[in-house]
């Protein structure tokens, strides 16, 4: 299994930005899966920010990110997305997603005060 994140960047507070996740690879059904997006602030750990469930039945944010950020998937294209807006430069970090016990490499994002 295979994950690749993008629309990471350089963005000012109270913008927004729009994260991609493509899942690849021997993968019967991209449904089998709840999907996670994690994020790595700078000097900290990875951390889990946001999950939809199989099927998106339901979903889950952590405190931080709670009424700003939505989590979506779109099993038939095999893609996650994280919608993020009103952004904090504490938002700032490195953001993977995770499906099947696998992450992808992350992408960037940057929000400036």
């Known amino acids: 299994v295979q994950l690749t994140e993008s629309g990471g960047g350089l963005v000012q507070a109270g913008g927004s930005l729009r994260l991609s996740c493509v899942i690849s690879?021997?993968?019967?059904?991209?449904?089998?899966?709840?999907i996670t997006w994690y994020r790595r602030a700078p000097g900290q750990q990875r951390e889990p920010i946001a999950v939809i469930s199989h099927f998106g039945s339901s979903t889950n944010y952590a405190d931080s990110v709670k009424g700003r950020f939505t989590i979506s998937r779109d099993d038939a294209k095999k893609m996650a997305y994280l919608q993020m807006n009103s952004l904090k430069p504490e938002d700032t970090g490195v953001y993977y997603c995770?499906?099947?016990?696998?992450w992808g490499q992350g992408t960037q994002v940057t929000v400036s005060s």
């Open positions: 690879g021997t993968v019967d059904s991209v449904s089998a899966s709840a």
């Open positions: 995770g499906a099947f016990g696998f």
